[in-house]
């Protein structure tokens, strides 16, 4: 893993532990980066799924959600 790959994950795995602390103000600042985070990567593969000829099909089946919900949150970006 490149230097700043493993500087990401370590710091997702610190953000993650923070989302489970018992001070609200740490916990739920953790929550809404975990929720960057998710976004980002959820782009960042479905990006990459439609570079390999993946159909909005097999991205929504991924995801676990309908054709018309990936295709209408990320169309747009993907220019497909």
């Known amino acids: 893993m490149a230097?700043?790959?493993a500087?990401?994950?370590d710091e997702a795995v610190h953000t993650?532990?923070?989302a489970l602390?018992?001070?609200p103000s740490v916990g739920l600042r953790a929550v809404a980066a975990?929720?960057?985070l998710t976004e980002?990567?959820?782009a960042l593969q479905v990006d990459s799924a439609?570079?390999?000829?993946?159909s909005w099909d097999e991205i929504g089946a991924a995801l676990g959600v309908s054709r018309q919900a990936v295709h209408k949150k990320h169309a747009?970006?993907?220019g497909r």
């Open 3 to 5: 230097g700043t790959e």
């Open 7 to 9: 500087h990401e994950a």
């Open 16 to 18: 993650a532990q923070d």
């Open 21 to 23: 602390n018992g001070d």
């Open 34 to 36: 975990l929720r960057r």
């Open 40 to 42: 980002r990567l959820e």
């Open 50 to 54: 439609r570079r390999k000829g993946w």
């Open 76 to 78: 747009k970006r993907t």
